[in-house]
DNA sequence: AGGAAGATCTACT
DNA sequence: GTAGATCTTCCTA
């Protein structure tokens, strides 16, 4: 039960997409605390990932990309904030998009940020979860490895039984390898199915 | 000014 | 289950 530390980051995107599964994710608001495991991630490339925002060089707004492993970049599309993670060491673009996670802790003000009627779809897509969490653009920049930050990851022990593996969800161009991981039969997981 | 972007919701068959 | 509208930035012209 720790934070887990920048060198966490600082490997290729994939594997710690994989490593992602099964760590909670931690967000301290107002004195209150959610959290949820972590069920569904994809990994994102930089200047060669025609998926990534780093594509073809960085832009103003993705300068994050460029810093130390373990730092946040938040953006929107489609009117939803989405959360990454950096990795590899700074100054090479790269990072894990968190799809999905398994509420935990604070479900009640989860549910006060975005009312559904199940459960199940309270955090189970990209957009779903920062807007439960109430997390936006302001924490753009924050790294996850310092324990002072309002969000952390931490290990918690909890091992996934089985990890799957598709193709990445909604991107128009994607690389042909598989970059998107998640629990095997977790009802978390979000319904999204990528494009064929 | 216009359009694209890693999505979500609603309203149907 | 699928189609279409619509969500909000940021980039490009």
């Not at 939803?80 to 990795?87: F, G, K, Q, S």
């Amino acid at each position: 039960m720790y934070i887990l530390p920048k060198s966490f980051y600082a490997r290729d995107p994939k594997v710690v997409a994989i490593d992602l599964l099964g760590k909670v994710i931690v967000r301290k608001l107002d004195g209150e605390r959610l959290s949820g495991i972590i069920v569904e991630t994809e990994a994102y490339y930089g200047f060669n990932d025609p998926a990534s925002r780093a594509y073809g060089g960085i832009k103003p707004f993705c300068r994050v990309m460029l810093e130390e492993p373990g730092t946040l970049f938040i953006y929107m599309v489609h009117g939803n904030w989405l959360l990454n993670i950096v990795t590899l060491p700074k100054g090479i673009p790269s990072a894990v998009l968190i799809r999905a996670v398994e509420p935990k802790e604070g479900i009640k003000i989860m549910l006060r940020n975005r009312r559904v009627k199940r459960i199940y779809d309270l955090t189970n897509g990209p957009g779903k979860f920062t807007k439960a969490f109430g997390i936006t653009k302001e924490y753009n920049g924050l790294n996850v490895a310092d324990p002072s930050s309002p969000i952390n990851i931490i290990d918690e022990g909890y091992r996934p039984s089985s990890i799957e593996s598709s193709h990445r969800i909604g991107v128009s161009r994607d690389l042909p390898q598989k970059l998107r991981f998640y629990i095997k039969d977790n009802p978390y997981v979000s319904k999204a199915k990528p494009r064929a």
